[in-house]
């Protein structure tokens, strides 16, 4: 694998699901960018912040956390948060950044409710996650898919693999116990969501160390789990 692309409904959702992933393939060489579909206007609970100015400062923090773990571009599609739909306009979107990209792997959420943590499907996930699908297979690859982007110069392309966050049915166990600090170092960065730092950073770990035990992995493993899906 040489590129692989992360699809987020909000800044931070690729720093809690895939953070130390992300920071284990850029430093084995792959090339990692991320498309966030909002500008996550709706976080926080200040009511003298006005929304543009939390949109502005979610976008900073989430360059500054992608830089953390190495990824090497973030694009912002803009959707409204917790508005978004898995219409024909965000297909199109994200079939623009795919086949501009051209990744071998895309990580997105799952499209699937998860009824044992509810909190892992917003409906902006939810909605991500289908849509991400439905570019992986069969938008991106399809040259009568979104014609326009033809005009643009982006031909079809092929994604390998696509790899579910938050999936009922997870299969795939990533190690990131070389590079979990990385992974906190990068979520506490997005200050704004953060109002117990500690405690954030002992709810990842809790649940890294779940996922590597559930995988099957020796103790004192920390992972990432994903759903993996293959597209041939």
């Known amino acids: 694998m040489a590129r692989a692309l992360v699809v987020a409904a909000h800044p931070d959702d690729v720093d809690f699901g895939a953070g130390g992933t992300v920071a284990a393939w850029t430093k084995a060489g792959i090339e990692v960018a991320y498309c966030v579909v909002t500008d996550g206007e709706a976080g926080g609970d200040d009511p003298s912040v006005t929304r543009a100015e939390m949109a502005a400062t979610r976008r900073d923090e989430q360059r500054a956390a992608a830089a953390e773990v190495g990824a090497c571009e973030?694009?912002?599609?803009?959707?409204?948060?917790?508005?978004?739909?898995?219409?024909?306009?965000?297909?199109?979107?994200?079939?623009?950044?795919?086949?501009?990209?051209?990744?071998?792997?895309?990580?997105?959420?799952?499209?699937?409710?998860?009824?044992?943590?509810?909190?892992?499907?917003?409906?902006?996930?939810?909605?991500?996650?289908?849509?991400?699908t439905c570019t992986v297979y069969p938008d991106a690859r399809n040259p009568f898919a979104h014609p326009e982007l033809l005009d643009e110069g982006l031909e079809p392309h092929t994604v390998g693999e696509l790899w579910l966050m938050a999936s009922p049915e997870e299969d795939v166990a990533v190690d990131i116990t070389a590079t979990f600090d990385r992974k906190i170092a990068a979520l506490l960065l997005h200050r704004s969501q953060m109002k117990d730092p500690d405690a954030i950073a002992r709810r990842m770990r809790t649940a890294a160390e779940a996922a590597a035990a559930g995988a099957g992995m020796p103790v004192g493993t920390l992972a990432e789990t994903f759903r993996r899906v293959a597209t041939g």
Request: glycine share 8%; hydrophobic share 40%; proline share 8%.
């Open 74 to 132: 973030v694009t912002f599609l803009g959707y409204p948060d917790g508005r978004v739909e898995a219409g024909m306009g965000l297909r199109r979107d994200l079939t623009r950044v795919v086949r501009a990209f051209r990744p071998q792997v895309v990580i997105a959420p799952s499209p699937e409710r998860w009824w044992e943590r509810i909190y892992a499907s917003h409906p902006d996930h939810l909605a991500v996650g289908e849509a991400a």
